[in-house]
């Protein structure tokens, strides 16, 4: 070894691996399709991603090995998932960077209804993005139920929020209880972790939100409306 040079870092071959998995359209379109939180199957994934079968089918080999993606057979069919929560913040964050600019814009009426859809409000995982989830993070913010100072972090104030609405949080696990997650159409950060994946679990469950279409839109419906505005001071405006 030369004089002053040091030995290579180890996770500069796991980075460059990762990076590598996602430098592909094909596995990135499927990774964008899976932030949904759902599990598809890999016929589903090839028609959203306009190859083959068997094309896919190689594509998503690489992302299971390369633990982006976990798997599961029921019967006939294979089912593929985002392998956890941090490859969703990653896809997340990745998709945020991209230059507003370098985006080839819809190519029809449909793709430019579905692309609004998806800026007013989605899911990015398993908690609210979009406009909505702007507009949700801003109220807990206003209120002092999130403090943003130093990083996410639920006030007392909130924490009594989430029991009173009837919104349980799950504090056993090591997933963080609020976490900034950059949205890529606000290019602001919207609330995750656990109280916004709760917080959107109940919304969907409630009625507050419907999954529209077959990407991840979400419509806040009559009753949410209502609901945000009595609970959070939600504007409907800021909903639309």
């Known amino acids: ?50 190859v083959a079968a068997s094309t896919l089918s190689e594509h998503l080999g690489k992302l299971v090995t390369g633990g982006l993606l976990t798997e ?92 009173s609405v009837g919104i349980p949080l799950d504090r056993k696990g090591r997933r963080p209880l609020a976490r900034a997650c950059l949205d890529w159409t606000e290019r602001r950060p919207h609330l995750a972790g656990v109280a916004g994946a709760a917080f959107c679990r109940h919304a969907l469950d409630a009625g507050w939100c419907v999954r529209i279409g077959s990407e991840r839109a979400v419509k806040v419906t009559e009753a949410g409306e209502k609901a945000l505005a009595e609970l959070l001071g939600v504007s409907s405006t800021a909903l639309r």
């Open 1 to 50: 070894m030369l004089e002053g040079m040091t030995s290579r870092d180890p996770r500069a071959t796991q980075l460059a691996r990762l990076a590598s998995l996602v430098a592909d359209e094909t596995r990135a379109s499927c990774l964008l399709a899976l932030l949904d939180g759902r599990a598809w199957t890999a016929s589903e994934l090839a028609r959203h991603a306009g």
């Open 72 to 163: 599961e057979r029921q019967g006939r069919h294979r089912y593929v998932r985002l392998a956890d929560a941090r490859v969703a913040q990653l896809v997340e964050e990745l998709a945020s960077h991209v230059a507003p600019g370098s985006v080839v814009g819809p190519r029809n009426l449909r793709e430019s209804s579905a692309g609004s859809a998806m800026a007013r409000g989605r899911t990015c995982y398993d908690h609210l993005a979009g406009r909505l989830g702007i507009a949700v993070t801003d109220a807990m913010t206003t209120r002092q139920l999130l403090c943003e100072e130093t990083g996410f972090a639920l006030t007392e104030a909130g924490l009594r929020w989430f029991g």
